[in-house]
């Protein structure tokens, strides 16, 4: 009898450990090992990379976008005479869809009259070819850049595709690393005085002030 009992046993024990192969090979307990880095390929959540982000959209999008979009200065200065807030439904955008900073997409060609790198903010000061205005034209050459004005002027980049403030600080911060190596270097900003020089850039509004400061997509002398 035990010796009965016993082979039921073993016979039992061998048919719960093939049901439990099965449903391992088939069902839904299948588990898999997953490199380190490579976890959101299968939850979904990718790690957040601003430099990755920037250098995928920047040439097949966001060159092409400005390009497009960009506004002759001469003509928006002339137009919008002196408010540079007045055309903002027709050229601008705002950093938060209907509210926010105040950036327009702008191009354009003059004559440099000033190269300054002493300040860490540096830019060149042009005289816009055309213009008799009483704005001071101003690009930025870095090696820091302020504002927002490229990220904020492009339709695809909404604030609300990011996790918080510090991603969305982030990719600006990308996007002038790029304006910096790929645009600004190349150009050579100390041999451009006297010189006329082509750009598209944007500049964002700033309260109490007539000044355009355009960070650059395009500088390039003639």
């Known amino acids: 009898m035990k010796e009965a009992a016993m082979k039921k046993r073993m016979i039992a024990l061998a048919l719960t450990l093939t049901l439990a192969a099965s449903t391992l090979l088939t069902g839904c307990g299948i588990v898999k090992v997953v490199k380190i880095g490579e976890e959101g390929k299968y939850t979904g959540d990718v790690e957040f990379n601003a430099g990755d982000d920037v250098e995928a959209i920047w040439e097949e999008s966001a060159l092409p976008e400005m390009n497009e979009n960009a506004v002759d200065l001469k003509e928006f200065l002339e137009e919008s005479n002196g408010d540079l807030t007045a055309l903002a439904d027709e050229y601008g955008k705002y950093s938060m869809g209907d509210s926010g900073e105040l950036s327009y997409v702008v191009k354009g060609s003059g004559t ?37 004005s490229i990220r904020d ?46 750009f598209v850039g944007a500049f964002t509004v700033s309260t109490g002030s007539s000044d355009v400061l355009i960070t650059p997509v395009v500088l390039e002398a003639e």
């Open 112 to 148: 440099v009259e000033e190269v300054n790198t002493q300040s860490q903010a540096g830019y060149i000061a042009i005289k816009l070819d055309g213009y008799n205005g009483t704005e001071v034209i101003k690009i930025q050459i870095g090696p820091v850049y302020k504002g927002s």
């Open 153 to 198: 002027s492009l339709s695809f980049i909404k604030f609300g595709d990011y996790k918080n403030q510090e991603q969305w600080a982030a990719v600006s911060q990308s996007i002038n690393e790029v304006v910096a190596k790929d645009v600004v270097e190349p150009a050579k900003p100390d041999s451009l005085q006297g010189k006329t020089i082509s």
